[in-house]
């Protein structure tokens, strides 16, 4: 991709990379360099005129729509204008029509090779104080949103079977990669929510790859599969999961004792496996052999009394059945996670009405998303914390109200730059998430529904109905 302007081209990175505390020198500022946006923009292919909506400006307007309240076109176009008038510039239009056909015009590789490049930085220079056992663990989990319902997004993602063509969203399920220790995502994949090579399992096999040897997999009981184990085994990706009791049936009379409920076994190769072909399933060995722990949760008020922890860390000296324990408790952050980007940064129903959309969208939430994340890795760094004990809900809040500081005294200085950078990181490390090991609380709601049926027909035949007087709602 070439630009015809590569000073403006320069600043726009600048402004950029400012709004993520990525310069004045602070740990992680090098997190979104100006070598990560080049690397991203080769993915754009022919010349991008000098014009409003460049490829950064419309990432930067892109960031700000995800991470306010407002989700909408027109309140992102309006901040831009605000900031140009306030950098003495020309306003441009205040219609949303050439910033929708600038993201249209941008490939999804553009946001997607951004938003893995921000995540894996952040992931590859945490403080090794910060990793668990020298080593480093990523999360897997899914999840799913739903789709504003159009055509196009009902065909490829569709609707939950059971439901009437009109009542109802499209929905598709995501599945990421997340490091235990910083908590970025440094890969995501989505399909459709139902179908052959729709489940996590298939997701998790395509996002493998950016794990290295030597790194640790935590997951839930879903992915504690035999191929899964022998083909992570293969990679030299330790996992450790909870035991599916679906397929598998546990005996610690059985195999070599390491302890109290602690023994390795052989898991023999199942009689199928449906994911290979024959010829693959015949070259398979007829044995892996595991590790399985027994976990007893004392905990009063938790609905689980014991769980069966599954590992191919066979060494009890290096990895004792108490870590084991500990660490698969660490899990429950990815749901956390999730939440987060789901509910903090409001990604649970997506605004995009086409599927390329849907896709570019998701991948500037998690581009948001690793930022975030960032300044969090920044505020543990200068205060001597864990990033996992600093609140994400607090970040976004602070970093919300500094950004308009920040844009409009940027030609201050950068002494003046740095004195906002650290007051932003005060204020996020101040937010701290209490460590509630036990907490627990019951699974019902307080807070009444509204007294509105489901929507059992398409929204036209109802209000056709209605103006009928057929029914009455």
Same mark, same amino acid.
């Given at each position: ?18 709004? /993520? ?29 000098d ?30 204008? $605000? ?9 441009? %239009? =205040? ?5 929708? *056909? ?5 490939? +999804? ?22 990793l ?20 196009a ?10 439901? *009437? ?17 910083? !908590? ?10 139902? !179908?052959?090579?729709? #489940?996590?399992? %298939? ?10 040897? #030597?790194?640790?997999l ?15 085994? *293969? ?10 009791? $679906?397929?598998? &049936? ?12 602690d ?8 009689? %199928? ?9 015949? %070259? ?7 590790? +399985? ?18 590992? &191919? ?8 059945? +108490? ?14 996670? @999730? ?26 939430h ?12 920044? =505020? ?15 970040a ?10 920040? *844009? ?20 996020? $490390? ?7 090991? #036990?907490? /627990? ?13 489901? @929507?059992?027909?398409?929204?036209? +035949?109802?209000k056709?109905?209605? $103006?009928k ?5």
């Amino acid at each position: 991709m070439r630009l015809s302007g590569h000073g403006r081209l320069r600043r726009q990175a600048t402004f950029l990379r400012r709004q /993520f505390l990525q310069d004045g020198g602070l740990p992680f500022g090098d997190v979104l360099t100006n070598r990560t946006v080049a690397q991203a923009m080769l993915t754009i292919d022919g010349v991008w005129k000098d014009r409003i909506y460049t490829p950064l400006a419309t990432l930067s307007v892109f960031l700000g729509q995800v991470l306010s309240a407002d989700h909408s076109c027109r309140a992102a176009v309006a901040r831009l204008i $605000a900031h140009r008038v306030s950098q003495g510039e020309r306003a441009c %239009s =205040a219609r949303t029509g050439a910033y929708c *056909q600038a993201r249209r015009r941008l490939p +999804e590789k553009f946001f997607a090779a951004v938003a893995r490049l921000v995540g894996r930085a952040l992931d590859a220079q945490v403080d090794p104080a910060w990793l668990w056992q020298g080593r480093r663990v990523y999360l897997f989990d899914g999840t799913t949103v739903t789709l504003p319902d159009t055509a196009a997004n009902q065909a490829a993602y569709p609707q939950v079977y059971n439901q *009437q063509p009109g009542t109802g969203f499209p929905i598709a399920r995501l599945g990421a990669v997340v490091s235990l220790s910083c !908590g970025a995502i440094v890969q995501l994949g989505f399909c459709r929510y139902a !179908g052959k090579g729709a #489940g996590e399992v %298939s997701l998790l096999r395509r996002l493998w790859d950016v794990l290295r040897p #030597g790194d640790v997999l935590l997951t839930d009981r879903q992915m504690a599969n035999w191929l899964n184990l022998l083909l992570l085994k *293969q990679r030299d990706v330790a996992f450790v999961g909870r035991l599916n009791q $679906a397929h598998r &049936t546990v005996d610690f009379r059985r195999g070599r004792r390491l302890g109290d409920y602690d023994h390795v076994v052989r898991w023999r190769k199942p009689t %199928s496996i449906r994911a290979v072909d024959w010829k693959t399933y015949k %070259s398979l060995p007829e044995y892996i052999t595991v590790r +399985e722990v027994l976990v007893r949760v004392a905990e009063p008020g938790f609905r689980t009394r014991s769980l069966v922890v599954v590992t &191919t860390l066979l060494d009890p000296w290096k990895t004792s059945k +108490e870590d084991l324990a500990e660490l698969y408790r660490a899990r429950w952050n990815n749901e956390l996670d @999730l939440r987060s980007i789901k509910s903090t940064l409001q990604m649970h129903h997506l605004r995009c009405k086409t599927p390329e959309l849907v896709h570019k969208e998701i991948w500037t939430h998690v581009l948001a998303y690793n930022l975030i994340r960032t300044i969090m890795a920044q =505020a543990a760094a200068t205060h001597g914390l864990a990033p996992r004990t600093i609140s994400f809900k607090g970040a976004v809040q602070s970093l919300e109200a500094f950004q308009p500081v920040i *844009q409009l005294q940027a030609r201050r200085g950068a002494a003046h730059r740095a004195r906002l950078y650290h007051d932003l990181l005060d204020a996020v $490390a101040t937010h701290r998430v209490g460590d509630r090991p #036990g907490r /627990f609380e019951p699974r019902v709601k307080k807070r009444r529904p509204n007294h509105y049926g489901w @929507l059992t027909k398409p929204r036209a +035949e109802m209000k056709r109905l209605m $103006a009928k007087r057929l029914i009455k709602i």
